[in-house]
C-alpha cells in the first residue's frame, strides 16, 4: 500500500465514523434535513483540506478519470461544488455525485455541537432546519464526538502536511488531484529508471 492509499484507508475508517456519529445526532434528536434537500452544497463558502478531497482523486485515479476532471475544475467558473447534481430548477434540491468519497465537512452539515464562551458544548444547526423545528431544541445530549473541532483533530492528525489550510472545495479537489497525478506519475518514472 503507498503511502496516498494508506491515508485514504486511515480516512475512510474515520468518514464512517463520523458519518455515523453525525447522522445518529440528527436521527436521535429529530433534527433531520429537509426531504431532498440540497441547499448547503449551493453555499461557495464550503471549505475542506487536501486531505478531505483525497478519497475523491484517489478514485478518479483508479477509473482512468483524473486528468478529465481536473481539467473541468480548472476551466469552471462555477463557485458552488462541482460534484453537486441539482433535480431543482432552483438548485435547491438535489443530491452529491460524489456521495462515498465526500469529504468530511459534508458529513457534518445539519447538526454539530460548538464550544461556547464557557466551554460548554451549544447545538450549531442549519437554518434550514432551525426553521422547520422552531426554537425549542433544549434536551439534546452533546459530546465531544459531535464537536466538529474534534473531528478536525482526528482527520488532520493522518496527514498533517495535507490538512494545513482550508480551501473553497472546489479548490480542494483540483490540490487533491494534482497531488495525487503528481505522485503517481513520478512514481512509475522512478520504477522506469530503476527497472
Ligand atoms: S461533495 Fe457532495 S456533499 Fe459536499 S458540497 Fe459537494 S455535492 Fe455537497
Ligand atoms: S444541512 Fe440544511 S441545507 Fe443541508 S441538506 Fe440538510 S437541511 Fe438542507
Redesign the pocket.
Known sequence: MDKYQAFNSELMTLFQKMSTTFSGLQNNSGL???NE?????LSPQVECTILEALPLALEQYQKGEAEQVLEQLKNSQAMVCHFYQAHSADG?KGRCGIYEQRPGICRM???YARRNKSQDYVLGL????RE?HGEDLNGIALTYEHDMAYWRQLMNSIAPALSEHLYPINQAFELALEHVLSYYHFSSMKKVLES
Open positions: 433531520t434535513c429537509l434537500c440540497g441547499e448547503c452544497c435547491k452539515f445539519g447538526a442549519c437554518k434550514l432546519i422547520k
